[in-house]
C-alpha cells in the first residue's frame, strides 16, 4: 500500500514540476513570437506527452524516481520543445520507432527525405538536452 501512494505521489509530483516548469505567460509567448519568427513555443507539447517522455527517461537512465533523475529527465524535454515544435516532434519519434518494421511496410518510414531530416533533427535535440540538461 504504501508503495502505490509513493508511486502515486512521485507521479503526481512529477506532472506538477513539469507543468509549471515548462509553462510560460501568454503575455511572454506573444512577445517572444512578435520580436523574432523562428522561436518555437516551448508549451506547444501536451503535458501527457512531456510525462510519458520523462518516464521513459527515467527508464532508461536506470529507473530510479528520484529527484535529480525527473529534474534532469524534465529538463530534457523542455530542451527538445526548443529545437522542435510539437508536430515535428511527433513524427520524428514515430519515424524512429517504426523505421525497423521490415518490408515495404517499413518504407514508408525509413526511406523519405522527411523522414530522414525528422530523425537527424530529434538526434541533434536530443544531443543538445543531454549536454545541457546533465543527463546520466
Known sequence: MNKKIALLSTIL?????????????????ANNLATDTNTVVMNN??????????FNCIAKHGGKLDYIAQ???????????????????????????????????????????QSKDLRTRLKEAEAYAESSCFVK
Open 13 to 29: 509530483l512529477s506532472s506538477t514540476l513539469l507543468t509549471a516548469c515548462s509553462t510560460l505567460s501568454e503575455k511572454s509567448v
Open 45 to 54: 507539447y501536451p503535458t501527457r506527452d512531456r510525462v510519458e517522455y520523462v
Open 71 to 113: 529534474y534532469a529527465c524534465g529538463c530534457k524535454i523542455d530542451k527538445i520543445a526548443e529545437k522542435l515544435t510539437f508536430a515535428e516532434y511527433e513524427a520524428a519519434s514515430t519515424f524512429t520507432m517504426l523505421r525497423s518494421t521490415p518490408g515495404e511496410n517499413g518504407a514508408v518510414f525509413r526511406d523519405p527525405a
